[in-house]
């Protein structure tokens, strides 16, 4: 593994180096990430890399306790086994979190054409009040740190501006979120928060992530 790495030029060691720091900070690396500036998709630099030198860095994740996995269809490499959140969600990023995925499920069924789908803040929050999970309506203020949360993890990309955000405020959500929650029965998840005795409970809603994702 030593041999491998001290074979690449020194511009290559570098890049190696920058995407296993990106991937301990951020979890996963995607193909493709929205650019406002553009208003397109654009292939990512770090994922080029990564899949150059795979097999290498599955060997070093294995050394950490980790496996590196790249899923080709979906356009996400990402690692496994390790700290996957750096911090505990607070519940509405959980309860957003799992109704992105029942969006980007249902939409994904419809058309498949694409890995990205795009929703709207109405409904997201419209498909929470559906399960009953949410008391009342999230302020802008809670809202706006929720997505920006979500964003810091790559799970979603706005299109518009935080600051303007409102019901039809549009984002992305990445692929990724398949890598996030594997497991099935979304929906019922979903009931199962909606229920009064669970109102609130940010451990027990933490730890079910923590399960589907490994």
Known sequence: MIEYYEQLTQEEQEAVTE?????YRQ???LERKYDRRTGRMQYMKEYRVCSKH????????????????ENVHMGVIYIQGGPNWGEKLPRLAT??????????DEQMASVSSSSHIVTTMGAVNGKAGEFRVLKSLPSVTEMR???ALLRKYQIIEPLEVLEEMNEETRMIIYPCIQAVLMGEGIKELL????EEDNLGDETAIQSTIEDMSE
């Open 95 to 104: 309860v957003y979190l799992l109704v992105l995925k029942l969006i980007y």
């Open 191 to 194: 009931a199962e928060f909606g």
């Open 145 to 147: 740190r929720t997505i």
């Open 27 to 29: 979890t996963y690396l």
């Open 54 to 69: 795979l097999e290498f860095l599955k060997e070093y994740f294995t050394v950490a306790g980790m496996t590196l996995q």
């Open 19 to 23: 995407v296993i720091r990106t991937l």
